[in-house]
């Protein structure tokens, strides 16, 4: 977490990171989005397929069902996808079952493992697209690193306001 956070910082784009174990996630995202009101959440850790398992079975992941909920629950809070982008899932996640529980982005649609930076990317195409223009799916996946196999989604508002003159 803290190479992403300083790959934010990097950009000029203000993160917060949480640690939590997977179990935990579902718990603990909704109070969080109410202290922080971020406009982007990244809610991921590790995950994988169990060998020969059924890909449309959620108990056949390690940890995708930790991160379906945490969705799910972030979206009881806010409902917009375009209030609140979620970008959701690590290495080999149940892509279907993230996004039907409300992820704009999420990762993995071949159940690829995915690279550390894969959901920063997707942030940073969509933190640093104008309010006003629309973060293209395509634009974001070719902006991953693994691509459409690790990286999917749906096309989504960008979040970036300018303010003139700038304030504190």
Known sequence: MQK?????????IEATG????????PTR?????????????VVTGHDG????????D????QNSRYFVESVKNLRRVVPDRDELVIIAGACQ????????????????PDRVNIHMYDPVKVAET????????VARVETVVANSI??????????TRGTLRNAMPKYA
């Not at 995202?29 to 959440?41: H, K, T, Y």
């Not at 959620?58 to 992941?61: E, H």
């Not at 996640?93 to 704009?104: D, I, K, P, R, T």
């Not at 693994?146 to 096309?155: C, N, Y």
């Open 126 to 133: 969509v933190a640093l697209t104008d309010i006003g223009s």
């Open 93 to 108: 996640s149940y892509y279907e079952a993230l996004m039907s529980a409300g992820a704009n982005f999420a990762s993995a």
């Open 29 to 41: 995202v909704a109070g969080l989005i109410e202290q922080v009101r971020p406009s982007v959440v």
């Open 146 to 155: 693994t691509g459409a196999a690790g990286i999917g989604g749906v096309d």
């Open 49 to 56: 397929i169990k060998k020969g398992a059924a890909h449309d």
């Open 18 to 25: 949480y640690h939590f174990s997977e179990d935990q996630q």
């Open 4 to 12: 992403c956070l300083e790959y934010y910082d990097k950009l000029g």
């Open 58 to 61: 959620i108990r056949s992941y």
